[in-house]
């Protein structure tokens, strides 16, 4: 079954590496991963986050690239990725991990 977690990332920009570990998720180096990201917008008088929070589509693009999992016996459960943030001014960014099961065999081409 898949499971995901968000991220809330405070004034982003250009190109970043991000490393998110996760306690209590399966995460191995063959599992199957999913990160997005979209822009949110703190609540004024706070941050009044959580997975309800309402993310935005419109204004600087945001993306994700080169997500690698990684967990087994000698390291932390988590995800690596890319984030990229096209904008002038730092932004808000939410970004979502959705971990799939693992992979169940590979190819070489």
Same mark, same amino acid.
């Given at each position: 079954?898949?499971?995901?977690?968000?991220?809330?990332?405070?004034?982003?920009?250009?190109?970043?590496?991000?490393?998110?570990?996760?306690?209590?998720?399966?995460?191995?180096?063959?599992?199957?991963?999913?990160?997005?990201? #979209?822009?949110?917008?703190? %609540? +004024?008088?706070?941050? /009044?986050?959580?997975?309800?929070?309402?993310?935005? &589509?419109?204004?600087?693009?945001?993306?994700?690239?080169?997500?690698?999992?990684?967990?087994?016996? #000698?390291?932390?459960?988590? %995800? +690596?990725?890319?984030? /990229?943030?096209?904008?002038?001014?730092?932004?808000? &960014?939410?970004?979502?991990?959705t971990v799939f099961e693992p992979c169940e065999g590979n190819t070489v081409v």
């Amino acid at each position: 079954m898949a499971r995901s977690f968000r991220v809330f990332y405070h004034n982003q920009k250009g190109r970043s590496a991000k490393n998110v570990n996760l306690t209590g998720f399966d995460i191995r180096n063959s599992s199957a991963v999913l990160v997005t990201a #979209a822009l949110w917008t703190p %609540v +004024e008088g706070g941050f /009044h986050l959580g997975v309800d929070t309402r993310l935005l &589509v419109h204004g600087s693009d945001v993306w994700i690239s080169n997500m690698v999992p990684h967990g087994g016996p #000698a390291e932390a459960s988590g %995800v +690596e990725f890319m984030l /990229h943030v096209d904008s002038g001014e730092p932004v808000d &960014v939410a970004v979502t991990i959705t971990v799939f099961e693992p992979c169940e065999g590979n190819t070489v081409v």
